[in-house]
């Protein structure tokens, strides 16, 4: 079974860190690119970054640049999402996201179920 | 920044078709890609590059994508469709998704 299961989602002080991650089962993994997607609770989706296959290319959303790195280790199926100087407005449902290419620009076939970053002092 | 535009509420009777539309300047230049998202559910890819169908989307769901307007049909709407409906594109390689539209069905 595809799957891609999510985890580091907790309760973080403003200006704090965060490193997310997902693991990914049930296909070949460097074949797709991956992205996050978030969510606040009731609210619409917000792209927040994307890699390549081969991590040799990556995006970020205005909105977090130079406040989150992308990466991803094939060798482990997982990709991970450093956050820092974190605001409140960064709380969301954030979830993992297989793109349907080796691209990270393309569109999301495959989501988790997404893992909950409350920012909260 | 691209800004893609959705209006937030489509409703329509059973049987019905519904059109939902996602606004941008050239849009048409754009490859666009439909989400479906039930409450309490991630989200489920339903059209991608304007018209196509991913595989286990039923073919009452089509895609068209002209001028400034890309447009979700959904023909023969039946309750189990009601959902929120995300239209994304990109945009110098970042993703933009349209503030959703709630589908009801009356």
């Known amino acids: 079974e595809v799957q891609l299961l999510e985890s580091g989602g907790r309760v973080v002080r403003p200006g704090g860190s965060l490193r997310l991650s997902c693991t990914a089962s049930g296909f070949i993994f460097d074949d797709y690119g991956m992205s996050w997607v978030r969510q606040v609770p009731g609210k619409g989706l917000e792209w927040v970054s994307g890699i390549n296959w081969n991590a040799n290319d990556a995006g970020y959303a205005d909105s977090l640049k130079g406040r989150c790195t992308i990466s991803r280790d094939n060798a482990k199926n997982s990709v991970h999402l450093q956050m820092t100087s974190l605001r409140v407005e960064d709380t969301a449902l954030y979830y993992c996201?297989?793109?349907?290419?080796?691209?990270?620009?393309?569109?999301?076939?495959?989501w988790g179920q997404g893992t909950m970053l409350t920012v909260s002092s | 920044s691209y800004v893609v535009t959705q209006p937030p509420s489509v409703s329509v009777a059973p049987g019905e078709t519904a059109r939902i539309t996602c606004g941008g300047s050239?849009?048409?230049?754009?490859?666009v890609f439909w989400y479906q998202q039930k409450p309490g559910q991630a989200p489920v890819l339903v059209m991608y590059y304007d018209k196509v169908r991913p595989s286990g989307i039923p073919e009452r769901f089509s895609g068209s994508n002209s001028g400034n307007t890309a447009t979700l049909t959904i023909s023969r709407v039946a309750p189990g469709d009601e959902a929120d409906f995300y239209c994304?594109?990109?945009?110098?390689?970042?993703?933009?998704f349209g503030g959703g539209t709630k589908l009801t069905v009356l």
């Open positions: 050239q849009i048409e230049d754009k490859g």
């Open positions: 996201v297989r793109v349907r290419t080796g691209s990270y620009h393309d569109g999301f076939d495959i």
């Open positions: 994304q594109v990109y945009d110098n390689f970042r993703g933009v």
